[in-house]
């Protein structure tokens, strides 16, 4: 399946990595990834059409590829399907993206969604 990157988290020791929290707001949804050192990375990602999460140990090999720590946009049947299957005549989107990502020791978020933005931590202010 193909993909192109479309955010790199930002360098990091991998055992950094302290986990998630992600939380759907009318029709949006936040993934609040928690780093030591670096603070919280937040991605939102803009009208949600549909998500999933995969735990780790479910993950198969493409659920992997090229999402590790990074946020890809998948050419993917499965959007395809959906957008197929959406007989409603009023469309609550323009166009959707399957984005995916994927969190050591977590796993992997997929969503469909319209865009999303990055919010980066703050720099780290030294004493």
Known sequence: MSYVVVYDLPEFDTGQYEGF???MDEG???LRIRVAEL???TITFCRVRWHQFTAAPNCTAELVEGAYFRLVD???PALQA???A???TLKAYSGLHHFRIFLDESGCHELFAESFNVVKPAAQIQC
């Open 21 to 23: 929290e992600f939380v």
């Open 28 to 30: 949006d949804a936040s």
């Open 39 to 41: 603070g919280v990375i």
């Open 74 to 76: 998948v050419a993917s």
């Open 82 to 84: 959906f957008l197929a």
């Open 86 to 88: 959406d007989r409603s």
